[in-house]
């Protein structure tokens, strides 16, 4: 059992150094609900945030959006998650947006989504995948915009 946590310990150290590698690492890791074990494996399932071309590609990327379900007249108002993206990282957010749930942060943009959805009366689930698509949202801007000034950064100097 040591030597199983030992190894453990040494693949997470692995994985915070690779992570801190990155240009958006220090991005990310300001987020909160974004720890040392939960920064880096999003960062690892997501890459490179400017190969989607919008924050809704992201969110479809995750597999957190509702696919439109409508035909003629009809257009459902009750519809289930695509599921289309990656498993990992669908439960990397949700660990993300429960941690965010018990810190209770009133200042938190996600925090206060999720708790006005949880005010209106909605499930457990529907908020939190509603939190999951509202702290990608934020991370595709917040990323994409410093790897952007970074980008300008390097123009200017060569």
């Known amino acids: 059992m040591n030597a199983i946590y030992d190894t453990l310990q040494t693949l997470r150290n692995e994985m915070q150094r690779l992570a801190s590698l990155l240009p958006e690492y220090n991005v990310v890791m300001a987020m909160q609900g974004a720890g040392p074990i ?3 494996q999003l960062m690892a399932e997501i890459g490179d945030v400017r190969r989607f071309t919008s924050k809704g590609a ?3 990327f995750a597999g957190v959006d509702a696919p439109p379900f409508q035909s003629g007249a009809f257009d459902s108002k009750s519809r289930h998650v695509s599921k289309r993206g990656s498993p990992h990282l669908r439960r990397i957010l949700f660990t993300i947006c429960s941690v965010l749930l018990q810190q209770a942060n009133p200042e938190n943009a996600v925090f ?3 708790d006005r959805k949880r ?3 909605k499930h457990f ?3 939190i995948v509603a939190g999951s698509a509202k702290f990608l949202r934020i991370y595709y801007a917040r990323v994409k915009a410093y790897l952007n000034e ?3 950064q390097s123009d200017q100097v060569a």
Request: hydrophobic letters at 45%; zero cysteines; aromatic letters at 16%.
């Open 125 to 127: 689930y529907v908020y």
């Open 150 to 152: 970074m980008d300008s």
């Open 112 to 114: 206060q989504f999720m």
């Open 58 to 60: 992201l969110v479809a």
């Open 38 to 40: 939960t920064g880096p």
């Open 119 to 121: 005010a209106e009366g």
